[in-house]
């Protein structure tokens, strides 16, 4: 009996000293992403663009040429209920981008085609920038391709509205 209560307290002890480091990682999520799409060979409205974080939706009507050195300024927030139809933008950035350092993707804009532009800032402050052809090319995965039909609807009827 005396082994038995010897190894109950061992076990005992053994969980007890046991530490989880579930609680000390933090997930890295997005904070915000800045999109748009953009045309070199235009006479306005050259670059759409607008950000969308987890609070709201906004647009720069200030821009109107895209740029490597872009900085987004807020110029209109959407309503509350815009945001809403349109907040599913930030759980549907594909692996890819997420897990991505930046990239150009096919041959955005060459031949007066346009590209889109994405800024993804994630919560640990890094962030990261894609320019992706219009066209579907080699180097675009299926999901990437279904994220820029989603972009290309979501550009066209926030447009509409302001």
């Not at 307290?9 to 999520?29: A, G, V």
């Not at 799409?37 to 006479?43: A, N, Q, R, V």
């Not at 907040?87 to 990239?103: A, V, Y």
Request: net charge negative; proline share 1%; charged share 25%.
């Amino acid at each position: 009996m005396r082994s038995f209560y010897g190894i109950l307290i061992s076990f005992t002890f053994l969980f007890l000293s046991c530490n989880s480091d579930d609680d000390t990682i933090t997930e890295n999520t997005i904070k915000s992403l800045v999109f748009g799409k953009y045309s070199g060979e235009c006479l306005e409205n050259c670059f759409n663009v607008f950000e969308i974080d987890t609070e709201k939706i906004a647009k720069d009507n200030t821009v109107n040429y895209y740029s490597n050195d872009f900085t987004f300024k807020s110029s209109f927030v959407y309503s509350k209920e815009v945001f809403e139809k349109y907040n599913s933008l930030l759980s549907g950035i594909p692996d890819e981008l997420k897990n991505g350092t930046g990239k150009v993707y096919g041959c955005p804009d060459c031949v007066d085609q346009g590209a889109f532009y994405f800024r993804i800032l994630m919560s640990d402050g890094k962030v990261k920038k894609y320019n992706i052809d219009v066209d579907t090319t080699e180097d675009q995965s299926t999901e990437i391709v279904v994220f820029k039909n989603k972009i290309t609807n979501t550009i066209e009827e926030l447009r509409l509205i302001n």
